[in-house]
């Protein structure tokens, strides 16, 4: 069985700034040299295909998979039709190899993740007294008395540095583009 990929997570409330923090990181990471690949949970039901199109045609028609194929990219829709929701490991093992998967929502899983914070999210309870798996925080507030790390949630590079340890790969600055 091939090695998975090493995995990073963001979560945090809604309106915690998960997704701008993970758009960061990728920018940053990929600036070093790194391949990176995400995966993000939707809480809701969510279609990256349009009525009209040929390929929802396909799937309305009852197809279990479509893909839509270009000289520029690749999409691989597969309808659940009933089915469980895969798990993360599922979802995991399917991605072909890159030096980081970061994962952004699934609040319950195990691997690895910073904790995003921000003033107006959806709740203020903080989620890592609750979950041994967060490692560090994101916030745009000082937090005093805090035993995991906390990142100003802008300090990117420091997020980055702090991730890239954690996933155990090398520390690059955005100059060291090697290729891994």
């Given at each position: 069985?091939?090695?998975?990929?090493?995995?990073?997570?963001?979560?945090?409330?809604?309106?915690?700034?998960?997704?701008?923090?993970?758009?960061?990181?990728v920018?940053?990471?990929t600036t070093?040299?790194?391949?990176?690949?995400?995966v993000?949970?939707?809480?809701?039901?969510?279609?990256?295909?349009?009525?009209?199109?040929?390929?929802?045609?396909?799937?309305?028609?009852?197809?279990?998979?479509?893909?839509l194929?270009?000289?520029?990219?690749?999409?691989?829709?597969?309808?659940?039709?009933?089915?469980?929701?895969?798990?993360?490991?599922?979802?995991?093992?399917?991605?072909?190899p890159?030096d980081?998967?970061?994962?952004?929502?699934?609040k319950?899983?195990?691997?690895?993740k910073?904790?995003?914070?921000?003033?107006?999210?959806?709740?203020?309870?903080?989620?890592?007294?609750d979950?041994p798996?967060?490692?560090?925080?994101?916030?745009d507030?000082?937090?005093?008395?805090?035993?995991l790390?906390?990142?100003?949630i802008?300090?990117?590079?420091?997020?980055?540095?702090?991730?890239?340890?954690?996933?155990?790969?090398?520390?690059?600055?955005?100059s060291?583009?090697?290729?891994?």
């Amino acid at each position: 069985m091939p090695e998975q990929n090493p995995v990073f997570g963001v979560t945090g409330w809604k309106n915690s700034g998960k997704t701008t923090l993970v758009s960061r990181l990728v920018a940053e990471i990929t600036t070093r040299g790194f391949f990176v690949s995400t995966v993000k949970h939707a809480h809701h039901n969510f279609d990256i295909d349009q009525k009209g199109r040929d390929s929802y045609a396909h799937r309305e028609a009852g197809a279990q998979e479509v893909a839509l194929v270009s000289g520029r990219r690749w999409a691989l829709m597969h309808e659940l039709r009933g089915d469980e929701e895969p798990s993360l490991d599922e979802v995991l093992a399917k991605l072909s190899p890159c030096d980081l998967v970061i994962v952004e929502g699934y609040k319950r899983e195990t691997h690895p993740k910073i904790e995003a914070r921000r003033v107006g999210s959806k709740s203020d309870r903080p989620l890592a007294p609750d979950d041994p798996s967060i490692v560090a925080i994101a916030c745009d507030t000082s937090l005093v008395g805090e035993a995991l790390p906390v990142f100003d949630i802008d300090n990117i590079t420091s997020i980055a540095d702090f991730a890239l340890k954690q996933s155990g790969l090398p520390m690059r600055k955005s100059s060291d583009r090697a290729v891994s």
